[in-house]
């Protein structure tokens, strides 16, 4: 692992049984980027997520954060992530300040530079009113924007993201969109996953496309172009075609042709 890569899958593999979810995947990511992991329904993908993020460990192959390894110093190593999964689950019996201050404390932060940051996070977010009412109340936007402040707050090199869109109005999703960005160019990291074509395509520096378990595309927007034989192909187009939609990019393109008139 080098000085730039924050993050690196070596041989990564996770089985369930006899069915095998991750097939030996390789796959590092460099300080300062958004990188982009996508993939149809049943890919792998969301067990990759999975395994970056500590949630589970791999059957075979290791998982490398800022150099340390997930297995052998998780406590090193999970102190470098923030993880947003796509399913806000809390605590509903806490207030949106308890929860916060809770998710500091698992990090050992403490104190009142935490207490700001909290702060800051919920003015952001529009959440500074609700932080003394319970959890249970919130609505779901409100909850997922809870969550990505909680993920944010103890300042991690890498963040971790799955859907990040769902359930935030426009005015939140495009703040994220902008936190996401500043949040890169001060040397921070973003592993993101979503379902949003045209999200990946406007944020990501690099992509990845997996499919059976298996990474079937890697780069820069002009590098799946070239992979795909298409100089000006949207992402949704690339992707349908790598992932075997062939004749679903051809919709795809043809609805663009007509709305470009």
Not at 134 to 145: A, D, F, N, T, V
Request: negative net charge; hydrophobic residues 40%.
């Amino acid at each position: 692992m080098t000085d730039d890569t924050i993050l690196e899958l070596r041989g990564a593999v996770k089985r369930y049984g006899n069915f095998t979810a991750v097939k030996g995947l390789d796959l590092s990511v460099r300080r300062g980027e958004v990188f982009g992991f996508l993939g149809p329904n049943g890919a792998g993908k969301t067990t990759t997520i999975r395994m970056v993020a500590g949630v589970l460990q791999p059957t075979e192959g290791r998982v490398l954060l800022g150099g340390d390894d997930l297995h052998d110093d998780p406590e090193a190593a999970k102190q470098r992530i923030g993880y947003i999964p796509d399913r806000p689950y809390l605590y509903e019996k806490l207030s949106g300040g308890e929860f916060l201050r809770f998710v500091a404390g698992l990090w050992g932060h403490h104190g009142e530079e935490t207490e700001a940051q909290a702060d800051r996070l919920l003015r952001l977010f529009d959440l500074s009113e609700w932080k003394d009412e319970l959890i249970e109340s919130y609505s779901h936007g409100m909850r997922q924007k809870l969550l990505i402040s909680s993920a944010l707050l103890h300042r991690p090199e890498l963040i971790v993201v799955d859907e990040p869109m769902v359930g935030l109005d426009p005015r939140s999703a495009r703040i994220l969109k902008d936190l996401f960005r500043t949040y890169t160019e001060n040397g921070g990291t973003i592993f993101l996953s979503t379902h949003t074509l045209e999200v990946a395509e406007a944020l990501c520096d690099r992509i990845a496309i997996i499919q059976h378990g298996e990474i079937i595309a890697f780069g820069t927007m002009d590098e799946l172009r070239a992979d795909a034989a298409d100089g000006s192909a949207h992402l949704e187009e690339i992707f349908l075609k790598l992932t075997g939609g062939d004749e679903m990019a051809e919709v795809v393109r043809g609805l663009r042709a007509a709305l470009e008139r």
